[in-house]
């Protein structure tokens, strides 16, 4: 069965319907909780363009501007490119904010990228999607550059996939499984953490690429 990427679009309606400031609820955005993990890395980048992948409403990418980066934010829903455009407005901001499939080649153009930020995204591409969003990645950062996951991943040792409305929605990756699709995508893992949850853990890893000449030291909790 091949997933129905649209449907964020509708559960983006449905999050404005109901009055909320982004996916998941208002609770969700009183902390830039993808900001401080990124930096919990020391000698991670400070400054440069920076790409978030499934960037919603534009949260973390203000955040990330707030830091000093030049930021994009690619998602597949209209709905959130148009909100976190109006964000970017009502702020002051700015930010290139871009409607974009990223199961396809197209998004990955001529920009170069510091930092490629995972805004809990790839837990929502399914089956050969996921190397083919990797390699777009790889291709997409400058040498050197830092790829940051942010992901739901399994509690137990072998990944899975679960859905909705009959459909695959989401890809529940072992940590084993995650850190493997990296590697073959080119990446040289630096540090990855796992944080408990109640049902599915989530992870965060940074990845370099690792086409540069010189490469940070990799550490692993």
């Given at each position: 069965?091949?997933?129905?990427?649209?449907?964020?679009?509708?559960?983006y309606?449905q999050?404005?319907?109901?009055?909320?400031?982004?996916?998941?609820?208002?609770?969700?955005?009183?902390?830039?909780?993808?900001?401080?993990?990124f930096?919990?890395?020391?000698?991670?980048?400070?400054?440069?363009?920076?790409?978030?992948?499934?960037?919603?409403?534009?949260?973390?990418?203000?955040?990330?501007?707030?830091?000093?980066?030049?930021?994009?934010?690619?998602?597949?829903?209209?709905t959130?490119?148009?909100?976190?455009?109006?964000?970017?407005?009502?702020?002051?901001?700015?930010?290139?904010?871009?409607?974009?499939?990223?199961?396809?080649t197209?998004?990955?153009?001529?920009?170069?990228?510091?930092?490629?930020?995972?805004?809990?995204?790839?837990?929502?591409?399914?089956?050969?999607?996921?190397?083919?969003?990797?390699?777009?990645?790889?291709?997409?950062?400058?040498?050197?550059?830092?790829?940051?996951v942010?992901?739901?991943?399994?509690?137990?040792?072998?990944?899975?996939?679960?859905?909705?409305?009959?459909?695959?929605?989401?890809?529940?990756?072992?940590?084993?499984?995650?850190?493997?699709?990296?590697?073959?995508?080119?990446?040289?893992?630096?540090?990855?953490?796992?944080?408990?949850?109640?049902?599915?853990?989530?992870?965060t890893v940074?990845?370099?690429k690792?086409?540069?000449?010189?490469?940070?030291?990799?550490?692993?909790?």
């Amino acid at each position: 069965m091949k997933p129905n990427y649209t449907l964020h679009d509708d559960l983006y309606l449905q999050a404005r319907q109901a009055g909320w400031q982004g996916w998941g609820g208002n609770q969700r955005l009183e902390e830039a909780v993808l900001v401080t993990r990124f930096f919990a890395l020391e000698n991670m980048p400070t400054q440069g363009q920076l790409l978030e992948l499934g960037c919603g409403e534009g949260h973390h990418c203000r955040a990330f501007a707030e830091k000093g980066f030049t930021v994009t934010g690619l998602d597949i829903s209209p709905t959130a490119i148009a909100w976190a455009q109006e964000k970017a407005e009502q702020t002051g901001i700015p930010g290139d904010f871009r409607v974009a499939d990223l199961t396809q080649t197209r998004w990955a153009q001529s920009e170069r990228y510091a930092v490629i930020i995972d805004g809990n995204c790839l837990h929502c591409i399914i089956g050969e999607d996921r190397l083919k969003l990797l390699k777009q990645v790889y291709q997409a950062l400058e040498p050197g550059g830092i790829f940051f996951v942010s992901s739901l991943c399994a509690q137990v040792t072998t990944s899975y996939t679960t859905l909705r409305e009959g459909l695959p929605y989401r890809h529940i990756a072992a940590p084993q499984d995650l850190l493997a699709e990296l590697t073959q995508a080119g990446f040289t893992l630096l540090h990855s953490q796992i944080y408990p949850r109640s049902e599915t853990n989530h992870i965060t890893v940074h990845a370099q690429k690792s086409d540069s000449l010189s490469f940070l030291n990799p550490v692993f909790a």
